[in-house]
């Protein structure tokens, strides 16, 4: 019990996700409990949290305390800053590396059909939702990108595995389609975002509303 209740609170007052590990080096040297303990005591804290207004979430770097979901909305009301938007190139060019990384930029301008702005591969660097994996050895050796663990963070899974398939995303797209007003559709027809685009940004304006417990 009594590492249950400082796992719970070295958890909550984290302020970022931590794993079983991490957790464990923030004991004492010789009152570390064992990995497979706080394993345990973390299960043990997720169910005590279930019905509650919080939850313990498990995502790509570890476990972190944050608002459910379906409560985001109301609790988004007490920061003034609202959470940043991103244009269309930018989102597609994020959909089309955590679909088909590792991706060079030459791969992403040819599956766009336009090309891809020094800015955007600086901005998604920058905000280190993707990092260079390697080189691809061809003449140039452009580099190869892929997501990283923030950007798994950010929208609240654990692994690539969770991002809706393919097919999921062509089914959403036909329903947008199909509960779309004839007028809406023909004024948007020059501003349709890709399908995997629309995903990405959904899931992110969703989880830019769900703040951490400890902040």
Known sequence: MEIKRVVEAILFAANRPMTCKQVQQVFPEIEQPEIQDIQVAIEAIIEDYRFRSVELKQVASGYRFQVRRELSRWVSRLFEEKPPKYSRALLETLAIIAYRQPATRGDIEDIRGVGVSSGIIHTLLEREWIRV???????????????????LDYFNITSLNELPTLQEIQQLDLSLDTTQQPTQAKSEEKETTEPVAKVIEQSGEAAEQIPEAAD
């Not at 994996?133 to 950007?151: I, M, N, S």
């Open 133 to 151: 994996v390697a080189h691809k050895e061809v003449p140039g050796r452009p580099a190869l990108y892929g997501t990283t663990k923030q950007f």
